[in-house]
């Protein structure tokens, strides 16, 4: 619980006049004022981030948490359980969908057992197994408090140990059958909202799993009534052990002002769950993609992260990642590699507009949200 607590308090907001002063090198690059629409939030944004103007990028990774979960024996899953552990050989050998297009942006896999059925002596694996999978929590906790608190802490862990090697951009993904049952019901147990916004099928289940499925989100949060004002609590009674340990990734980038980028449902359940330990968080929070499950548009609504890219996507993995991290990376490369108005003999001060106010994601040129 110390490293949970020590992460929560070293998160700062990002810094907003860093965010002003980059915004006045992107207007001195030649072009018409926000012509590059979102790339030049995301240059501001990261400059916010890590305190600097001039920002690149050294090493790329993409954290994924692989676990099992008890749920699965409620039919909610098209899929046998066993292909969590497939999953973890498959992500570690090159040969899961995430695997491509990490290799072709140039970014790492880490790959995190932390709470996958079975032992996993593979050697590209990193073992931080909580416990062999989470309860049915259909008929009883997910898991303890103190093991939704130690996930949370091996999130951190990991994560702070990629940084500490190098790494400078951080995806989330996540391997498990059955998660995308645990993170409807952690959104559902959050919201209490339209089970339609939230329950989506999955990896392709039929009309009988897939009302099912809507069924079981709502009898457990019935069941365990889990307190949507306390994290943990809603994690431990109907999470995941991948969700937990995504949302440590989370915390742990904010703590060290590193830019995360996040992707699908699961992965952005995880997001929404830092946010509640930590609204400040989400400051250094970069969406990728927006999910096809219906949950996805409700978490936009409520986080305020906008993803950038509609791809129809919802593999998970990190897959959303990957395909993001080009585009921050081109987004870096607008303030150190284009043109300005020097040219024309022009100073930043006679082309800079009025200085701008950020108070969330992104911000118009009036200041406002958008």
């Known amino acids: 619980m110390q490293l949970l607590q020590t992460t929560l308090e070293s998160i700062k907001p990002a810094d907003h006049e860093v965010m002003a002063r980059t915004q006045r090198e992107i207007d001195y690059c030649l072009k018409p004022p926000g012509s590059l629409g979102r ?29 099992d979960n008890g749920v699965y024996g409620e039919g909610v899953a098209m899929y046998p359980q066993d292909v969590t552990r497939i999953g973890a050989d498959f992500v570690t050998s090159g040969r899961m969908g995430v695997n491509f297009l990490a290799k072709h942006v140039g970014a790492d896999i880490i790959a995190v057992d932390i709470g996958i059925q079975v032992d996993v002596d593979l050697p590209r694996v990193i073992n931080r197994k909580v416990r062999y999978g989470t309860a049915n929590f259909c008929r009883e906790p997910a898991m303890t408090r103190d093991e939704a608190v130690l996930a949370l802490e091996h999130g951190i862990e990991v994560t702070l140990e990629a940084i500490d090697q190098g790494y400078d951009l951080i995806g989330t993904g996540e391997i498990g059958i059955g998660n995308t049952t645990a993170a409807s019901t952690v959104l559902y147990g959050f919201t209490d909202g339209n089970i339609d916004r939230i329950v989506g099928r999955g990896a392709g289940l039929t009309d009988d799993a897939f009302a099912q499925k809507k ?29 937990a340990g995504m ?35 989400v400051d250094y929070m970069i969406p990728s993609h927006i999910s096809y499950e219906p949950g996805a548009l409700l978490l936009k609504e409520i986080t305020g992260l906008d993803p950038m890219l509609d791809m129809n996507m919802r593999l998970g993995e990190g897959t959303g990642c990957a395909l993001a991290f080009n585009i921050i990376e081109a987004a870096l490369k607008m303030i150190e590699e284009m043109g300005t108005f020097e040219v ?15 108070k969330g994601e992104f911000a118009d040129q009036d200041g406002t949200n958008r």
């Open 344 to 358: 024309l003999g022009k100073t930043r001060e006679q082309i800079s507009g009025p200085e701008l106010a950020y």
């Open 215 to 243: 069924k079981v989100v709502q009898d457990a949060v019935r069941l365990h009534r889990p307190d949507r004002d306390d994290p943990i609590d809603v994690l431990s009674k109907v999470g995941s052990l991948d969700i």
């Open 39 to 67: 790339l030049e939030d995301i240059a501001r944004r990261i400059a916010g981030m890590t305190g600097k103007v001039h920002n690149s990028i050294h090493k790329k990774a993409i954290i994924v948490m692989m676990a």
């Open 247 to 281: 949302a440590g990734i989370y915390l742990a980038c904010a703590s060290r002002r590193i830019p995360v980028v996040t992707d699908g449902l699961i992965s952005n359940v995880a997001a929404l769950t830092a946010m509640r330990l930590k609204p400040e968080c």
